[in-house]
């Protein structure tokens, strides 16, 4: 157990550091500030201009979404760039237990993810004028963090996905593109034609961005436990549909010795 | 007039580390050498990585700003005048880099008859005049990236002769690619001066600068140390023998003795895996190789051959001393 | 005459080039029409016709921005990394015309994602766009994704020393979006941003491209659009040549 912790944390954070450079603030600021800020701003403006939603309903989207940035381009190039450096075969082949590998590599996603939602939240909050009571602030930071580490949950099995299709930032991209559309970021889900209602009901955010809103709306935490709830459980499912596909690999490689990893 | 000219140059490395507290570090790659290439030559610079070879190229084709002294090529200043030089130089580094891997080795070379000012109506029959040349005809409209070391290196040569440059600089041509290739691109480079174009080669192959090169300059440290054919080389350093031993046990113990014989030019060991090969220079080998035997008694020899020394051994002796 | 063609081979193999890559070629065209459904879904909503169809332009408009803005900043590290950076400079002609065609072609990319906007929106949608002058409008798009390759040259040229340059794409790829006129009016942003979006060519070429479509006078918005694009190359060359000066002198070419 204790070294599972060792690996989970330590593990994490050194692959994190090593394959990212993220912690420089010439990327931070660009990739984490500044891009996010502006993706509120834009989508608040069109909105205005659209006559459509209030300043509040893209707050509360685009902060909740833009945890994706992270939880998809941190969590699909940890595993892309290990193949790259040809680190990954390393990994797969270490003795050390592979569950609290990968998992100890979400971890700092799930946390940067929640940093950047959280960080919108406030900043978009003092520049649109937007007030939110008092009182939903603590339920609001917990449905963040659900989202961020459901994001990252889809993050995994995209990364996991990525080993196969080669073009890990193309992946990342295009499933942050259907997240934008499809899980009522900027159009109510209630808006959509019904498939797209059905499938955003199997897609992270969705339900943390309507149990963000309610909670802004006055709603108590007890009402949006069930959301709350259904979010975190998309998570789980996709963060296992991801690890089950690297074993599904790992394996497959060490059987065919295929698994390309240069 | 001399085609290339080269005066006292210099040129210094500054670089700064550290973020906060930035540390700045001078580094003199190269330290004032001077030397002439006529036309129609085929000369060498040779030397161990880092001795200032691809710096002092960088400087001739303008690319580098020298830190002092001068060089002109084909009578215009680097400095002052880049763009008439760029204009009549050629220039073909090794390795696999500086191709555009995702169009066809055709598109690569449209692309820098372009660059080069080649006129519309003579790139057609340029380009396939060179494919001829480099042995790639037929391949030409593949994309780069299926292209071997070998193949991507022919590419780079006809590059770097689309515009019919006067001067080509060659830096280590043949830096990873195979035997077979590597005597292809010699022969291509050999026929290159045969009609006129002169060309400067960069290479720490000894075999290859022995076979091209009418006139070498030995660089080691970023100083000119020794210039000539490479007979006059080899004959500079050692115009005696070259005596090899092949020992099986550690012969580091009696190396000294083996200097300390009267005749004896040089001693080196060149480990050989479950052997060791002490090489002796000398200037007498009949009155040597006994001494030398006596010296290493009681170890377990191997093969003892006498030979006359090769350009490798003049090189090693020359960077050995600067 | 030799230049005029020297740029055109250089935009030619370097669009080639970009449409070979599943990142340039096909996310350019794709990932823009996310943020068109999105805005598309949001007017709909509205149920204001005219919006609707006034935003479809503005929306096809957005790719060309995103093609150059997201790739320029690494444009010349990606030279350097495949080692032709020195080449190119070693060659004798002008930085700046090497590096033109290379972000024009970008934008050219993002002309791609115009038409693919316009078409999703008319087939998804139903949105009906008129092209009142079908030809000024071609125009119009041409010369902003000419500019915007200008834009793209200037973005290019001063990061080149900014190592994490990819991360600078996300940086300028939103505000441009919301600043220049795309979907939201000039009017409804407060007073002190309106002058830095009458700097920006993109600004202009929107304009242009909308008036084309809906019936307007583009040929002013055309001009300014040229204009604006034409001064940010001129900044661009001086500092393509205070860039190829330096590194002579600093030996920062190579990527050693």
Known sequence: ?262 | MPVIEVEALTRRYTTRTGFRRRTRKDVEAVRGISFEVGRGELFGLLGPNGAGKTTTIKMLITLLLPTSGSARVLGHDVVAEPREVRRRIGYVFGGDKGLYERLSGLDNLRYFAELYGVPAREQGPRIGELLELVGLTGRERERVEGYSRGMRQRLHIARGLLHRPDVLFLDEPSIGIDPVGARELRQTVASLTSQGTTVLLTTHYMFEADELCDRIAVIAGGLIVAEGTPAELKSRVADGHVVEIEVFDGVGDRLDAVRAIPGVTSVGVEDGGHSQLLVVRTDAAATVTPAVLGRLDGLALGRVATREPTLEDAYVELVRQA | MSTLRLVAVGWWLQLKMRSRSSFDGLLSIVYPMFFATTIFFMYRENGDEAALVSAAVGASCMGVWSAVSTTASTTLQGERRQGTLELLVGSPTSFSLVIVPATVSMATIGLWSLVATLLWGRVVFGIPISFDQPLVFVVAALVLAFSLGLVGFLQAVSSVRYRSAWALGSLFEFPVWLICGFLVPLSILPDWVRPISWLLPPTWGVAAVRDAALGGNAWPDIALCLLTGAAYAVIGVVLARRLVDSARVNATLALT
């Open chain 1, 1 to 262: 157990m204790r070294t599972s912790l060792r690996i989970f944390f330590l593990g994490g954070l050194t692959s994190y550091r090593a394959l990212f450079h993220w912690l420089t603030p010439w990327i931070l600021i660009p990739t984490f500030v500044v891009g996010p800020i502006f993706q509120l701003l834009f989508f608040a403006y069109v909105g205005r201009a659209a006559g459509v939603g209030d300043d509040t309903f893209y707050l509360i989207g685009n902060a909740v979404e833009l945890a994706s940035i992270p939880c998809l381009f941190a969590m699909g190039n940890t595993i892309g760039n290990e193949r790259y450096t040809q680190t990954l075969g390393l990994l797969l082949a270490s003795p050390a237990r592979r569950l609290p590998l990968f998992l100890g590599r979400a971890l700092p996603v799930v946390v940067n993810g929640f940093a950047v939602s959280f960080l919108v939240l406030v900043l978009g909050a003092l520049v649109l004028h937007v007030s939110i009571p008092v009182a939903a602030w603590a339920p609001l930071v917990a449905v963040l963090a659900v989202c961020a580490f459901s994001c990252t949950g889809l993050g995994l099995a995209s990364a996991a996905l990525a080993l196969r299709v080669r073009e890990t930032a193309v992946l990342s991209n295009i499933i942050m593109g259907v997240l934008i559309v499809f899980c009522g970021v900027n159009v109510a889900v209630s808006a959509l034609p019904a498939w797209m209602q059905s499938v955003a009901q199997v897609l992270p955010l969705t339900h943390g961005i309507e149990a963000a809103r309610e909670l802004v709306a006055g709603a108590s935490w007890a009402a949006v436990m069930p959301l709350v709830r259904d979010e975190a459980l998309i998570g789980v499912v996709y963060g296992a549909i991801g690890m089950a596909m690297l074993f599904f690999f790992e394996r497959e490689s060490r059987r065919h010795a295929t698994l390309e990893l240069a």
